[in-house]
């Protein structure tokens, strides 16, 4: 019997009534490191991620953890940049390198039936790199490149500005790294902050995809012999620079970068959810408001973007845009006018229900499959939050009105509280 499917009438929309995590695994290696596990998947595909105490907030100057990270790939003891590339590649395995604000990690994806292959390799990149000179040399000069063509660029120049001046240029949140800091990055430099921060720093791993106690058991082999201790943060005395609205000429620019925002709540904070919540209705998608004001009604910019950045120490709201140069106060206005909505009038119900639905369609891909899970567990943990959190920020989500939306927006989105930067080359009159 054939079924004949109506594709005049459109299917229903339901909502999104639960998201459920799988089974989270935690472990311990020898060391004491807690490793979590997702296991999960049809493929023979494995992904694991080590977190290292080796973010911004442990380098002792400028753009040694971020160096550092992009390093430990370019030579061991045993083997050259081109034979770690060969061999990863050789098993269809890759490796990638990163250092944040809060953390640094090093990610493997491999295919299960390699895993005893390229395990020692893993080993050897993160406990034996040698950072050789020439490729330190090249990794600086083509840092120093980079840098000088992204000072060209509007939007660069004013995220660079709007971070110095919302947590000061001395604070791991505030400064972009410049040429003259990769002038005092040397061997010994890396080597020290390596041995403290990666032989001794590692915080915790996570393990996904086609894993299982036995998989556990070899990574314990290789990762947990070592000894680990838990550091705290580098806690200075910061200078914060107060916030004010800053305009710097870019001369010759066409378009104006311009970057709005404050310091919020991080993710520890109760009113965090919420305020998410809100975002999205200002700038969070492409439905918002900021779009639908900026690019649809007045053509001031291809696109306009606001987030919430939250880190294990502070937090802030941002709002960022292109525009040209002969329309960029109407848009700062423009942009004001929408904060000022969401202070003054209450969300109507069918718009928030909107925003409600694409946030829960986001949290539910973000569910899917066991590589995207592991990093909505990462997430918690990093924070020493539990799957819980996870659950209640579903719910907080679903259940969040106008009213208390009108009120947090009123707390904390007073324009007369924001810093502003524009960066271009048509200051106000």
């Known amino acids: 019997m054939t079924t004949t499917i109506d594709r005049s009438t459109a299917p229903l929309i339901r909502d999104i009534e639960s998201i459920n995590l799988p089974l989270i695994g935690e472990y311990f290696l020898k060391n004491g490191v807690p490793l979590y596990m997702v ?20 380098e002792p100057l400028r753009a040694v953890a971020s160096t550092t990270s992009k390093m430990l790939t370019e030579g061991t003891v045993n083997k050259t940049a081109q034979q770690i590339a060969e061999t990863i590649d050789f098993y269809g395995a890759s490796i990638h390198t990163d250092a944040s604000v809060d953390y640094a990690s090093v990610t493997m994806y491999t295919l299960t039936k390699h895993l005893d292959h390229v395990l020692p390799v893993l080993q050897e990149i993160i406990y034996q790199p040698i950072f050789p000179e020439r490729e330190l040399v090249t990794y600086i000069q083509n840092s120093s490149q980079r840098l000088l063509i992204n000072m060209e660029k ?4 004013a995220q660079k500005i709007f971070n110095e001046q919302l947590y000061g240029r001395n604070h791991p949140n505030g400064y972009t790294t410049e ?8 061997f010994k430099l890396l080597k020290d902050f390596h041995q403290s921060r990666y032989c001794s720093g590692l915080k915790m791993v996570f393990a996904s995809g086609n894993v299982n106690e036995s998989i556990i058991a070899k990574i314990d082999n290789y990762f947990g012999g070592l000894y680990a201790k838990y550091f705290s943060p580098n806690n200075q005395n910061f200078t914060e620079v107060p916030a004010s609205n800053v305009f710097q000429q870019k001369k010759d620019a066409v378009q104006s970068g311009i970057r709005i925002g404050k310091k919020m709540v991080n993710k520890l904070h109760p009113d965090y959810v919420s305020l998410r919540v809100l975002n999205t209705v200002l700038g969070g998608y492409f439905g918002s408001r900021l779009m639908q004001n900026l690019r649809e009604d007045h053509g001031f910019c291809y696109g306009v973007h ?10 802030h709201l941002y709002i960022t845009t292109e525009v040209g140069d002969e329309v960029v106060w109407q848009a700062v206005d423009e942009i004001y006018k929408e904060v000022n909505r969401l202070r003054t009038e209450m969300i109507p119900g069918e718009e928030l229900r909107l925003v409600k639905n694409y946030m829960l369609g986001v949290f539910l891909a973000d569910a899917d499959g066991p590589f995207n899970v592991s990093d909505i567990v990462r997430g918690l943990k990093v924070y020493e939050l539990k799957e819980s959190f996870f659950y209640n920020m579903i719910e907080k989500i679903k259940s969040v009105t106008s009213e ?12 007369g509280s924001m810093l502003e930067i524009v960066v271009g080359n048509n200051p106000r009159n």
């Open 39 to 58: 296991a999960g998947g049809e493929q023979e595909v494995l992904k694991i991620e080590l977190l290292f105490d080796a973010g911004r907030w442990t």
């Open 154 to 157: 509007v939007d660069f120049l």
């Open 179 to 186: 040429a003259k800091d990769y002038s005092e990055i040397n």
């Open 306 to 315: 606001s987030g919430v950045s939250s880190y294990l120490h502070d937090a």
């Open 404 to 415: 208390e939306l009108l009120q947090l927006a009123v707390q904390y989105f007073d324009p």
